[in-house]
């Protein structure tokens, strides 16, 4: 079974300053990692995912993730934050297989609130 | 590229009434799934589909049913409609080895 976490249902940075979603997950298989963006009433866009490979992944609007198996993690960050990139954020796990089927698992999700 | 479509986006149900909501991709996607998002709670699977004429459970099925007889469509029926049933519902979509789903806009469901 998979399960994710997410630390912080609300994190709150200033504009500019670096931004560190947490999410560490657990799964018997090597798993799929991503991350999804929700903006208020719109569905879920895809920020960037881990498959295999680079551990570190960048995705869209300059975020980035590092998958650490050691420590279970895939923390989402940002050197510098802006406006638009309030929003909730998702982490979720897939069991990892080749075939596209992406039966995922979601964290409960962290709302960012940037300070002006 | 209309993606993954849902309809209604938003519908009041009363205890008792049963609808279905629509979900139309257009990616010639295998798989389609149905998730619930309660505040707090992330998002759950209800029901997913590998293909045309094949379903299984997710997390979270009780009080669903769903059918999938084409490729595009996986309508999401609700039976007898609860106050537990009361949810945003989100259609997703992905395709062989793409590694990605796609989701709808979602469906505000109230029942009262």
């Known amino acids: 079974a998979q399960s994710v976490t997410q630390l912080g249902s609300h994190v709150s940075v200033s504009e500019g300053a670096l931004v560190l979603l947490r999410c560490n997950y657990s799964s018997s298989v090597p798993p799929y990692l991503f991350w999804y963006v929700q903006y ?15 551990t570190l992944v960048k995705g869209i609007n300059g975020f980035e993730a590092e998958f650490k198996k050691s420590e279970t993690s895939f923390h989402l960050t940002k050197p510098s934050a802006h406006m638009s990139d309030a929003a909730e954020y998702f982490c979720a796990v897939s069991e990892g297989t080749n075939f596209g089927n ?15 | 590229n209309a993606g993954v479509t849902q309809t209604p986006k938003f519908r009041i149900l009363k205890i008792g009434q049963s609808m279905t909501l629509q979900c139309t991709q257009d990616m010639n996607h295998n798989y389609m799934y149905w998730y619930r998002q309660d505040p707090g709670m992330g998002l759950k699977l209800i029901y997913y589909s590998v293909g045309a004429g094949i379903t299984d459970k997710g997390e979270v099925p009780n009080g669903y049913n769903v059918s999938r007889s084409t490729t595009e469509d996986f309508p999401l029926r609700l039976e007898l409609a609860a106050p537990s049933q009361t949810s945003v519902y989100f259609c997703a979509s992905s395709g062989r080895q793409s590694t990605e789903a796609f989701f709808g806009q979602g469906t505000r469901l109230t029942v009262v």
Do not use: D, S
Request: hydrophobic content about 35%; cysteine-free; charged content about 15%.
């Open chain 1, 40 to 54: 208020p009433n719109q569905g879920l866009q895809l920020l960037l995912k881990y498959t295999t490979g680079a």
């Open chain 1, 102 to 116: 992406e039966k995922l698992t979601f964290g409960t999700g962290t709302r960012l609130t940037i300070i002006p």
